[in-house]
């Protein structure tokens, strides 16, 4: 009896809690405030993996308050995309939202009237984000939408290279054969059949080296470390590695997948690849083990010619001074071309709608203070590498130090990700802002001097598309991107099957048919309407 | 060897082939789980290049300090504790009534109501209608959303045990207990439920796995973090230890190129392990529960 009492009573003050729990309504018409007077906002962050709780953030906390308002942050570091779908569509988005291109273009147009329309804010209440639209007129072109309102705010971080990727060689390896560094096509050929062939690491095995390797190509595109900056020894000036294949040339919109240049390159990596001078997994590894692989065992490198963002990075602190960074390669000795180089300025500095404030917000001008507040000179720089103290040194004659890691077995880059929000917050470094970078940015800066000539001479106005900065219509948008994908399966199917087996000579026409079939020359269309739009706004 | 005595050639050759091949699956199966388990002690360089196979290389234990020393995660092990019980509980108080009375012959809305509960099995709302509901019930950032959600009674599960009910207890078994002096609640506690034993810890079982590793719902619905169910958590520490192919100036860090994969392979053991000390408990009931009901004789 008692038990089924019990049993009875447990299964009523189930069901009644689950009645009770679906009428708390929590919302209230006025603004919220603590108790020292400040505005309570929520906020949204989608943060780097390893970026530590934002709460612990000096440099955070006292914006906030010289804002006069108290943010409740949700930190995102994964799977956004998921989680967004539900949230806009739910109409159910916290006041501020701050990511790298978190809520899109694509967005605001899809979900109208759920993000404030911030123009007649700035103008209000943000001096620092006027202030930086007259510096730099491009940031205001790139988070104007087509219609004239402004959603997302962009950065601008300065200090980036021209490139985010370097080509790297053993140079140990090349002194062991007594050989030179390759300054054309013909000559890394014979660099890196010298290393297939020869002990050139000089471990008394000589067949252990791997004598080229390169990131995972994608499905969607080129992008950083691969091959396509090979390219550049023709003359061709592609952006971020390669992506979909656009790129400008005097002032042309073009693609590179149809064009006989990329031919050329594409047969020159299968005479590598058949050769057996281009690592057997180049197209079955991932990225990690890309990684693994570079850093060898111990002493001993394994990896002679490859491509990455910066030396220890890529090869770890005991193998990176075997190597050095080299010059763009001409096609051939009598080659007459100036080489370029992959011109990733713009992708590696300027970013799009970092920050956008829900249209919901009860206090608009509390969130449009705070907006305002990391657009400060100060406050972006440590945004950007952390707070001031403990990452930044204040020389206090208004210069700036990034300071080394606390953790010695830190790299820079990690700890600045770890300490703030970095990359992935709006931020303006402005020109005038005397700041020493940290050690890796220096070394980043070393090793991109051997490009450097090559990317001094590049015409950006007219040879650099720029990617980044194009804003679409809807219609635009959609219909590219569905031409784009049926582009991108033909070409990068077809990228690793003549790499690996040949046959460009024999499919080439057929296959530029084809592309030009699913609509490249629509795209390139639409593509040089918008670039020659943006060109004349910048004027 | 005495058994060889008692058999002729042809049988001897069958059971050889039979042994071997049963070694062969065993194989397949068990090798990736112990390779897991050396992978998450060996050096990450050493695995991803193809030289650990059979023991490991590089020892050392930091993917699971790593993961250990990050506090979240016990608060995620406490929240998934409570959303698995809470939930296979509350799982189980909706979905065996409801089979038992499916079961009933004389009940004459069950042809209708089964068609209702099954066409939900192959068309539902999606997710961004179940989040409006979830949200005009006020469930979202609340636990509650974990143990009443469209999957607090999965229709597959249901039907499994409304087939048992109905080809386990006879209806004989209802009319004596009827002269008794029985009615159905009291019929259903007292005779139905012990006699269910092998098809409860079978669907109960379902249930908590689902529990356990129900990940989506954490990802949609929460946003609170110290409501975070284990696998969110497990998933965070996962891949704040990658190495990020952003390159870029983000990260580098031949320190989380060295462990990664340690990381990978050790929360693969942590969230699996408990579950996997739970199974042996049930699993005598399991082999006899599961295709329980499946045949009608």
Same mark, same amino acid.
């Given at each position: ?15 009644? %809690? ?162 030179? !560094? ?105 990225? %990690? ?162 490009? !450097? ?87 | ?107 004459? =809305? ?61 209806? #004989?078994?209802? #009319? =004596? ?14 005779? /139905? ?69 340690? /990381? ?25 529960? /599961? ?7």
């Amino acid at each position: 009896m008692k038990k089924k009492k019990l049993l009875s009573l447990l299964l009523t003050t189930c069901l009644a %809690t689950t009645t009770l729990v679906a009428c708390s309504d929590k919302t209230s018409k006025e603004p919220e405030k603590t108790e020292d007077g400040r505005v309570v906002l929520t906020g949204l962050i989608t943060k780097h993996p390893l970026t530590k709780d934002v709460n612990k953030m000096e440099w955070l906390e006292e914006a906030e308050k010289r804002a006069g308002v108290d943010i409740k942050w949700e930190e995102v570091s994964a799977d956004w995309d998921q989680k967004k779908g539900a949230m806009l569509a739910g109409g159910d988005i916290p006041d501020i939202i701050v990511g790298p291109n978190a809520i899109t273009d694509a967005d605001f147009s899809k979900f109208k009237g759920l993000f404030e329309d911030l123009t007649p804010l700035i103008e209000e209440h943000a001096p620092n984000v006027q202030k930086m639209f007259d510096e730099k007129s491009e940031l205001k072109v790139i988070s104007t939408q087509l219609n004239g309102e402004i959603y997302g705010l962009p950065k601008y971080q300065r200090y980036w290279p021209n490139t985010g990727t370097r080509q790297f060689i053993n140079q140990q390896w090349l002194d062991n054969l007594g050989l030179k !560094q390759p300054t054309n096509w013909d000559e890394l050929y014979e660099v890196l059949k010298a290393f297939k062939e020869e002990d050139a690491n000089g471990n008394g095995d000589p067949n252990d080296e791997i004598p080229m390797d390169f990131a995972p190509v994608g499905t969607g595109g080129f992008g950083f470390f691969q091959p396509t900056v090979l390219l550049g020894s023709t003359g061709m000036t592609i952006v971020g590695g390669g992506g979909q294949g656009y790129f400008a040339e005097d002032g042309e919109v073009k693609n590179f997948f149809v064009d006989d240049r990329y031919k050329q390159v594409v047969t020159f990596l299968n005479k590598l690849y058949k050769e057996k001078l281009i690592s057997a997994e180049a197209f079955t590894q991932d990225y %990690t083990k890309y990684q693994s692989v570079a850093r060898g065992e111990g002493e001993t490198a394994t990896v002679g010619y490859t491509y990455g963002w910066e030396l220890t990075d890529r090869f770890g602190n005991e193998l990176a001074p075997q190597y050095a960074s080299i010059a763009p390669l001409k096609v051939d000795a009598s080659s007459t071309v100036q080489p370029s180089w992959t011109y990733d300025y713009n992708v590696l500095n300027y970013g799009v709608n970092m920050v956008q404030m829900s249209s919901k917000t009860k206090n608009k001008d509390a969130a449009m203070k705070f907006i305002n507040e990391l657009y400060d000179p100060k406050v972006s720089m440590q945004v950007l590498f952390g707070s001031l103290g403990t990452n930044i040194k204040d020389n206090g004659d208004d210069t700036y130090t990034v300071l080394p890691p606390e953790d010695e077995k830190m790299d820079p880059g990690t700890w600045k990700w770890t300490s703030t929000w970095a990359d992935n917050g709006p931020l303006y470094i402005s020109d005038s802002l005397k700041l020493t970078l940290g050690t890796d940015m220096q070394s980043v800066g070393k090793q991109t001097e051997a490009l !450097q000539s090559a990317l001094d001479a590049v015409d950006t106005e007219n040879d650099v598309l720029p990617d980044t900065f194009l804003k679409y219509t809807e219609e635009d948008n959609n219909a590219m991107s569905l031409v784009n994908t049926e582009l991108m399966n033909l070409a990068m199917a077809n990228f690793s099957k003549w790499v690996t087996k040949g046959g460009i000579d024999k499919e080439w026409d057929a296959y530029v048919e084809k592309m030009n079939q699913i609509g490249l020359p629509g795209n390139l269309e639409i593509t040089q309407k918008y670039y020659d739009d943006y060109k004349s706004k910048m004027e | 060897m005495g058994f060889l005595k008692t058999k002729n050639k042809s049988e001897l050759i069958f059971d050889i082939i039979i042994y071997t091949v049963c070694a062969l699956v065993f194989l397949v199966i068990a090798y990736p789980l112990y390779f897991v388990i050396i992978a998450s002690v060996s050096d990450s360089t050493l695995v991803s290049t193809g030289k650990v196979l059979l023991f490991p290389k590089g020892f050392s234990l930091f993917g699971y300090q790593e993961i250990f020393q990050d506090s979240r995660i016990w608060i995620g092990y406490r929240n998934t504790m409570i959303y698995a019980l809470g939930g296979t509980f509350v799982n189980l108080l909706f979905t065996l009534p409801a089979a038992y009375a499916l079961s009933r012959q004389e009940f004459r =809305a069950r042809r209708p109501l089964m068609f209702f509960f099954v066409f939900t099995m192959f068309f539902n709302g999606g997710l961004i209608p179940t989040y409006l509901l979830m949200k005009d019930l006020s469930m979202i950032d609340t636990m509650w959303v974990f143990i009443f959600n469209p999957v607090t009674v999965n229709v597959f599960n249901l039907i499994i045990t409304r087939t048992f009910f109905e080809s386990t207890i006879p209806n #004989e078994m209802y #009319e =004596a207990a009827i002269m008794d002096g029985c009615n159905h609640f009291k019929f259903f506690t007292k005779i /139905v439920l012990p006699l269910s034993k092998a098809v409860i810890s079978v669907i109960g079982l379902y249930y908590l796995v689902w529990h356990w590793n129900d990940f989506f719902t954490g990802l949609i619905y929460i946003r609170d973090y110290s409501l975070q169910p284990l696998q969110i958590v497990l998933r965070d520490i996962l891949i704040s230890n990658q190495v990020f192919a952003e390159g870029a100036g983000s990260t580098g860090s031949g320190y989380a190129q060295r462990y990664a994969d340690q /990381v990978k392979y050790g929360v693969i053991i942590v969230s699996t392990l408990p579950i996997l000390v739970v199974y042996p408990f049930l699993q005598k009931y399991f082999e006899k529960g /599961v295709m329980i009901g499946s045949v009608k004789g």
